[in-house]
């Protein structure tokens, strides 16, 4: 089991920034991929970034050049930062770890960028 904590969500101007984090309870050395996704009220979740163990990233090309994502692997925790935010950001924003082929994620941590 893996249990994965958001923090850092909540609301600002278009241009802004936002820094998401998650808190893994397992090590995160262990976790292949872990990764942010987001979903708004009558769409499916898609995929924001990912970074694997080795540090491979991979992100959706709507956020290329705004988002990066990070990992601290001494506090087990995956970073999202989110720059130059546009209205059309505003999510809800979950977290994800594969682990062992299985899938856990976050409570997930609203996103809004508004003016």
């Known amino acids: 089991q893996v249990q994965l904590v958001e923090s850092g969500g909540g609301s600002v101007q278009p241009g802004g920034s936002l820094r998401l984090s998650c808190a893994s309870s397992e090590s995160i050395f262990s976790i292949t991929r872990m990764g942010w996704y987001r979903q708004t009220p009558g769409k499916q979740r898609e995929l924001v970034a990912t970074?694997?163990?080795?540090?491979?990233?991979n992100y959706a090309d709507s956020v290329k050049g705004r988002f990066t994502v990070s990992r601290d692997n001494a506090k087990n925790t995956v970073y999202l930062q989110m720059n130059s935010l546009k209205p059309e950001d505003t999510a809800v924003y979950y977290c994800?770890?594969?682990?062992?082929?299985?899938?856990?994620w976050g409570q997930g941590t609203q996103v809004t960028v508004s003016s």
């Open positions: 970074i694997t163990t080795g540090g491979s990233t």
């Open positions: 994800h770890a594969l682990y062992y082929y299985l899938d856990y």
